[in-house]
């Protein structure tokens, strides 16, 4: 989408290793959503960021919302082959919970 | 069973014939979307609707339409299949809380 950008656009790292994906937007946002998809699947929810400065953690994964509610990334510590997939962010840039989506991250784990 | 159904899974059609993508979901929510996904691209937003009675064009809605026949139900039809129509299709739900979409599994389109 061009309201939202997602860098980098593939990313390819040893197993072990930490990694961040960046989500910027062009407008304030309302609400963040981060999706994972396996090749070719549909897409699982991870987690949602609404307030400036937030912060949440599932398992290996941390994702961050800026004060000013236009960048988010999301952050896997000692990542994983399960780790591996899409990773893509979901922006509401007007308040009512319509979704625009990055272009993803093809985030690729070596054993 | 999926929370949001869709069928099928893959399908392959022929240049010019009409085709509809089906949707269901158990989730009990009045707003439901399809979006298509192409390579590089991102997902884009075809067309959506909060309840029975509303349906909402969104970026992409040329060449496409849809019913929503009931909360449980919203079919996308493509009523004369080209090349470029060729992607991958999600149907996703959502409550007014705004805690995240839920997403099908996707039908495959090949347009030849």
């Known amino acids: 989408s061009q309201e939202l950008e997602q860098s980098p656009q593939s990313l390819i790292v040893q197993e072990g290793k930490n990694l961040t994906i960046n989500c910027t937007s062009s407008k304030t946002l309302y609400g963040l959503y981060w999706y994972k998809q396996k090749y070719g699947e549909g897409l699982i929810f991870l987690m949602m960021l609404q307030k400036g400065g937030e912060e949440k953690s599932h398992e290996k994964i941390t994702a961050k919302l800026d004060e000013k509610k236009q960048q988010s990334s999301l952050h896997i510590t000692a990542s994983q082959p399960s780790h591996a997939g899409i990773y893509l962010c979901?922006?509401?840039?007007?308040?009512?919970?319509?979704?625009?989506f990055g272009t993803g991250t093809r985030l690729t784990v070596i054993p | 069973d999926a929370d949001v159904t869709q069928t099928p899974r893959n399908r392959i059609t022929k240049t010019g014939k009409r085709i509809m993508l089906e949707c269901s979901q158990t989730k009990g929510h009045d707003r439901m979307y399809w979006y298509r996904q192409d390579p590089g691209l991102g997902l884009r937003l075809i067309y959506y609707s909060f309840d029975v009675k509303d349906i909402n064009k969104g970026e992409i809605s040329d060449g496409y339409s849809v019913s929503r026949q009931a909360q449980a139900k919203f079919s996308l039809s493509l009523e004369s299949a080209i090349p470029n129509q060729t992607a991958l299709y999600f149907c996703a739900t959502s409550d007014p809380e705004g805690y995240g979409y839920t997403f099908g599994s996707g039908t495959r389109l090949t347009v030849v």
């Open positions: 979901g922006a509401d840039v007007t308040g009512a919970n319509n979704l625009f």
